[in-house]
């Protein structure tokens, strides 16, 4: 990619919607490629790595501690794919500004794609599994329905919130650079404290309504309904959740609008 290319991305009457999300698909393209260059499976690996978890999983809790959860597999595998997504692309997202200092440096380079750039490559291996989860769940006894319309708003709704938490930890450890490693530790935590490999309904009573303020949790029970009952699931959560999102995404956006005027200096 030339530098004109990056250089015109941005003019003194602000940004190019079309030619941002031009770049943004070149920089996702770049980065997919380096991240399996001269590897033998290549994009394989995004599948390959849930996989792998979820046949631990499913073997552990199943065979060795059974939870009695119906259709487990595919419940774990809504759980892992998802949650792969969103702790990947946050995490990824805390080093992309670092991880870059000949763009930031750019003239006219817009750097606010950085942390989205995360998102959307990560977003690229949860789509490559997709289909694999789909034809698993109908193998597996789903209900598959018209209601599977509704992962797309619900998969809208995750990408909007992966992005209102990279945007503010990308901003965060350019100045702290502990940041992304204490973003490591609590998803490391929340991994566990998400209903990824459980059901929420072994939670107890009294910690449950705590649980689903998890925003993660409202999502997973979401992919849930879809993939495994063929329902809609409750449309009043995920709303919250997007509003929320939403708000959190624009106050982060701007911080990290005024913030990157010193990045350059600062890296």
Same mark, same amino acid.
């Given at each position: !990619?030339?530098?004109?290319?990056?250089?015109?991305?941005? =003019?003194?009457?602000?940004?190019?919607?079309?030619?941002? %999300?031009?770049?943004?698909?070149?920089?996702?393209?770049?980065?997919?490629?380096?991240?399996?260059?001269?590897?033998?499976?290549?994009?394989?690996?995004?599948?390959?790595?849930? $996989?792998?978890? @979820?046949?631990?999983?499913?073997?552990?809790?199943? =065979?060795?501690?059974?939870?009695?959860?119906? =259709?487990?597999?595919?419940?774990?595998?809504?759980?892992?794919?998802?949650?792969?997504?969103?702790?990947?692309?946050?995490?990824?997202?805390?080093?992309?500004?670092?991880?870059?200092?000949?763009?930031?440096?750019?003239?006219?380079?817009?750097?606010?794609?950085?942390?989205?750039?995360?998102?959307?490559?990560?977003?690229?291996?949860?789509?490559?599994?997709?289909?694999?989860?789909?034809?698993?769940?109908?193998?597996?006894?789903?209900?598959?329905?018209?209601?599977?319309?509704?992962?797309?708003?619900?998969?809208?709704?995750?990408?909007?919130?992966?992005?209102?938490?990279?945007?503010?930890?990308?901003?965060?450890?350019?100045?702290?650079? +502990?940041?992304? =490693?204490?973003?490591?530790?609590?998803?490391?935590? %929340?991994?566990?404290?998400?209903?990824?490999?459980?059901?929420? +309904?072994?939670?107890?009573?009294?910690?449950?309504?705590?649980? !689903?303020?998890?925003?993660?949790?409202? $999502?997973? +029970?979401?992919?849930?309904?879809?993939? @495994?009952?063929?329902?809609?699931?409750?449309?009043?959560?995920? @709303?919250?959740? %997007?509003? @929320? %999102?939403?708000?959190?995404?624009?106050?982060?956006?701007?911080?990290?609008?005024?913030?990157?005027?010193?990045?350059?200096?600062? $890296?």
């Amino acid at each position: !990619m030339s530098d004109t290319r990056h250089s015109s991305v941005t =003019h003194r009457d602000g940004i190019d919607p079309l030619q941002v %999300a031009d770049l943004l698909w070149e920089l996702t393209l770049r980065d997919l490629r380096i991240r399996y260059k001269r590897s033998s499976l290549g994009l394989l690996w995004a599948l390959l790595n849930p $996989l792998a978890q @979820i046949v631990i999983f499913s073997f552990l809790f199943v =065979h060795v501690m059974p939870l009695g959860v119906e =259709h487990y597999t595919t419940f774990v595998f809504c759980g892992v794919l998802s949650w792969s997504w969103f702790s990947t692309a946050v995490i990824g997202a805390a080093g992309s500004v670092i991880a870059n200092p000949e763009l930031v440096k750019r003239p006219g380079f817009p750097v606010g794609v950085l942390p989205v750039l995360s998102v959307t490559s990560n977003a690229v291996h949860f789509l490559i599994a997709l289909p694999v989860l789909l034809v698993w769940a109908a193998f597996d006894g789903g209900r598959l329905s018209v209601s599977l319309l509704g992962l797309v708003p619900l998969i809208a709704v995750q990408f909007l919130l992966s992005l209102a938490c990279a945007v503010p930890v990308a901003r965060l450890n350019v100045r702290f650079r +502990d940041t992304q =490693h204490l973003v490591a530790v609590i998803f490391m935590a %929340a991994f566990y404290l998400t209903p990824i490999f459980y059901s929420a +309904d072994r939670v107890p009573g009294a910690l449950r309504s705590v649980y !689903m303020l998890n925003p993660m949790a409202i $999502l997973l +029970d979401g992919y849930r309904k879809i993939l @495994i009952y063929g329902e809609w699931p409750d449309a009043g959560p995920i @709303i919250v959740v %997007a509003a @929320i %999102a939403a708000v959190l995404l624009a106050w982060s956006y701007r911080s990290f609008t005024r913030a990157s005027m010193r990045f350059a200096e600062e $890296l």
